[in-house]
Nanobody, 127 residues
């Protein structure tokens, strides 16, 4: 079992930055890929960024490429999402999730491939 806790969300003006953290406890975190997803009101949950068990293999949604950066610190059992140049359309609840498939270099963008999820953290970007 893996428990995930997201933090770092909040209210920011357009053009601002936030850094989200996903802290994991339980099984060996470094064995797993981790993804960030988001869900805005009335919309489907969508993939934002992912990082393989062996960094620096990463993947990003087109909408965030060049603005968001995912990274991990396995010693701290934490994955980060640095979000720069935030826009109102980035407003959503952000979730981190763990993929138990240990294939080296795997980053899956499909939500149902992830096995453990955090409770989410709200990000609101004002115009």
């Amino acid at each position: 079992q893996v428990q995930l806790v997201e933090s770092g969300g909040g209210l920011v003006q357009a053009g601002g930055s936030l850094r989200l953290s996903c802290a994991a406890s339980g099984r060996t975190f470094s064995n797993y890929g981790v993804g960030w997803f988001r869900q805005a009101p009335g919309k489907e949950r969508e993939f934002v960024a992912g990082i393989a068990r062996i960094a620096p293999v990463t993947s990003y949604a087109d909408s965030v490429k060049g603005r968001f950066t995912i990274s991990r610190d396995n010693a701290k059992n934490t994955v980060y999402l640095q979000m720069n140049s935030l826009q109102p359309e980035d407003t959503a609840v952000y979730y981190c999730a763990v993929d138990r498939d240990t294939t080296i270099g795997r980053v899956t963008t499909t939500a149902h491939n992830y096995d453990y999820w955090g409770q989410g953290t709200q990000v609101t970007v004002s115009s």
